[in-house]
């Protein structure tokens, strides 16, 4: 059965990743007027003790008893691209009567010196590790960094929250969940198209039919250095899939490349548990708009084209933050738990598959 039809778990999944080397300079607004209020929030030391969290066994959930309501989480972000210049805005500014208003930012790691960003100092890696009123870090570095510092983080005993994928890599991913259960630790894995109001409306129109055939095609830019293959760079589609048609397996893929124009176009053909045939086609490159194109054909109809909805209010990063601070203060139900990090897994689980198919064929031509 597809997942979809056994439980809808609203702002309970989580970016598009959306950094890159020309954009990582750019200035986030922040949301209102009051920097003073927000600059005044970051500073203001009294962070909590560390929390006293009990570990459960088997899926690092918190308990909820644990946390009282003065119980506060020094934050740390990493990288200081868009997506964690956002970060930071959002933490500064947290939804009001959110979990995200248990956060106070600490400061930011880039490997590039900085000057101070939205009223908040950037400090060393090493002091983020180490100092105790830091409780957790968000990791919008490029993909191919994302293993290396949650590994870290989780090491020294935080918690983590980190932009998809997590690692580049099923293995890796399991020994990173390993550790942080190990830890007794959060261990967060941002997944925000799955709260983009105009797929959260598309899962509402396919839930309970019965699929035939389908494809998504998604075209974009070329891929910045550091992100990885598409497999991986492109998952947050995959994850789509997977969330919507339950457990898949591949079938085959192929890969196109034309480095001297910087395109790549990757089409791995995949089946559902009931046999039903799904293709997705990731294709990158100058000149490519940024596009989804949907064709699902169910015994009741044909869907082609993705909902025409308004944009959410709240940020897709905020959503994220609250689902992360709900996270930390124990008010995630362990199913809900065990659900998200089977996905994840599995999501990897097939992009590590699809890589390796079209990698053969360019082994075996070398």
Request: with cysteine; net charge positive; charged share 25%.
């Amino acid at each position: 059965m597809p997942w979809c039809v056994c439980f809808v778990l609203p702002l309970s999944y989580s970016v598009f990743t959306v950094l890159s080397a020309g954009a990582a300079q750019r200035r986030v607004p922040p949301r209102d007027a009051a920097t003073a209020t927000r600059r005044a929030r970051s500073a203001s030391g009294s962070c909590a003790e560390k929390p006293g969290f009990q570990q459960q066994a088997e899926t690092g959930m918190m308990s909820s008893a644990a946390c009282d309501g003065k119980t506060m989480f020094g934050v740390v972000v990493a990288g200081l691209g868009i997506a964690g210049q956002v970060r930071i805005r959002d933490l500064l500014s947290p939804l009001p009567s959110s979990p995200a208003e248990k956060m106070s930012i600490k400061g930011f790691v880039s490997r590039r010196n900085l000057q101070e960003q939205q009223g908040v100092t950037q400090i060393p890696l090493d002091e983020a590790l180490s100092r105790e009123d830091i409780h957790a870090a968000i990791v919008s570095t490029e993909n191919s960094s994302h293993e290396d510092y949650v590994r870290k983080f989780l090491e020294a005993g935080k918690h983590v929250c980190v932009e998809y994928p997590m690692a580049l890599s099923y293995a890796a991913a399991v020994e990173l969940f390993r550790l942080a259960d190990e830890k007794g630790k959060v261990l967060h894995v941002e997944h925000i198209e799955l709260l983009a109001a105009d797929y959260r409306q598309l899962k509402k129109e396919v839930c309970g039919k019965s699929l035939q055939e389908g494809s998504l095609h998604f075209t974009a830019g070329p891929v910045a250095p550091g992100f990885g293959s598409l497999a991986f760079s492109g998952i947050s589609r995959l994850t789509w899939l997977v969330d919507l048609f339950g457990e898949l397996s591949v079938t085959g893929a192929k890969l196109t490349e034309e480095p001297e124009k910087k395109y790549t176009k990757l089409t791995a053909h995949l089946l559902t548990q009931d046999r039903r045939s799904l293709t997705w086609i990731e294709e990158r490159g100058p000149g490519l708009r940024r596009n989804k194109t949907i064709d699902l054909r169910f015994d009741s109809g044909r869907v082609d084209q993705l909902p025409a909805v308004p944009r959410d209010p709240v940020g897709l990063f905020a959503q994220d933050l609250r689902i992360f601070g709900r996270k930390l203060l124990g008010q995630v139900a362990t199913e809900a738990l065990q659900a998200e990090r089977k996905r994840v897994l599995h999501c990897l689980q097939l992009a590590d598959r699809i890589s390796q198919l079209v990698q053969a064929p360019q082994q075996s031509a070398s």
